[in-house]
């Protein structure tokens, strides 16, 4: 079983080799809905990190950030497909390369 009940909510949790994935949910939401989003969730970190671990969300969780915003926004699904997911990661680092670029020759 990969979910309870707690206090007035429900708790959807999977577990990826060492990395526990955790979702709070409410009492009326589809518990098995949340444990998909996890999972894609999951799947879009895999594809950028390659095969994720927790080293790679330790030192670099504001890219976990990043792709979790693209993923879903104010707790619903965004974006579905991992491809367009990942595309709009690497603009925003590309971006942000830019911007290091011209401070970096500004000075």
């Given amino acids: 079983c990969n979910f309870f ?4 909510q429900k708790i959807c949790y999977k577990r990826y080799a060492s990395l526990y994935f955790i979702a709070c ?3 009326n939401d589809n518990e098995l809905l949340a444990l998909e989003l996890i999972h894609h ?3 879009c970190l895999d594809r950028y ?3 994720v671990c927790e ?3 330790i030192f670099n969780f504001h890219k976990a950030y ?3 915003d693209e993923v ?3 707790g619903e699904l965004q974006e579905s497909s991992k491809r ?3 595309h709009h990661i690497s603009e925003q680092e590309a971006l942000m390369n830019e911007a290091e670029k011209a401070k970096a020759g500004g000075r």
């Fill in 49 to 51: 990190f390659g095969n």
């Fill in 66 to 68: 990043y792709i979790l």
């Fill in 5 to 8: 009940e707690w206090r007035d």
């Fill in 72 to 74: 879903m926004v104010s």
């Fill in 84 to 86: 367009a997911v990942l």
């Fill in 25 to 27: 949910v409410d009492p």
């Fill in 41 to 43: 969730f999951v799947e």
């Fill in 55 to 57: 080293l790679d969300l």
